[in-house]
């Protein structure tokens, strides 16, 4: 049974920083895209940044600069750093596979085959 499991979250103040991980049952190599996801309620589960197979990182416009996914493929961890953070990035963040067997990471969350439960970042401003 395939696990992802997230944690870093927490309650921090705007301007503030977090870093984010996804431990995963997974071999993160090249056959998986990894992601991470965020849903503020009320609002659609929307992409935040994906890294493929080859290390190759894309984000959301909204985080692009203050936002860094990175993976340790020796250890199958996804991370997220998280800077520069404001009122509106405050959401449950989710860690996601997707079997990709090398190509580039879809942007929409249907496509993903593996979930984590979530981790709560809150931002008080």
């Known amino acids: 049974q395939v696990q992802l499991v997230e944690s870093g979250g927490g309650s921090v103040q705007a301007g503030g920083a977090l870093r984010l991980s996804c431990a995963s049952s997974l071999n993160t190599n090249r056959r998986y895209g990894m992601g991470w996801f965020r849903q503020a309620p009320g609002k659609e589960r929307e992409w935040v940044a994906t890294?493929?197979?080859?290390?190759?990182?894309s984000y959301a416009d909204s985080v692009k600069g203050r936002f860094t996914i990175s993976k340790d493929n020796t250890k199958n961890t996804l991370s997220l750093q998280i800077n520069s953070l404001t009122p509106e990035d405050a959401a449950m963040y989710y860690c996601a596979a997707v079997r990709t067997y090398g190509g580039a990471c879809p942007k929409h969350p249907a496509l993903y085959n593996y979930w984590g439960q979530g981790t709560q970042v809150t931002v008080s401003s």
């Open positions: 890294i493929d197979s080859d290390e190759y990182t």
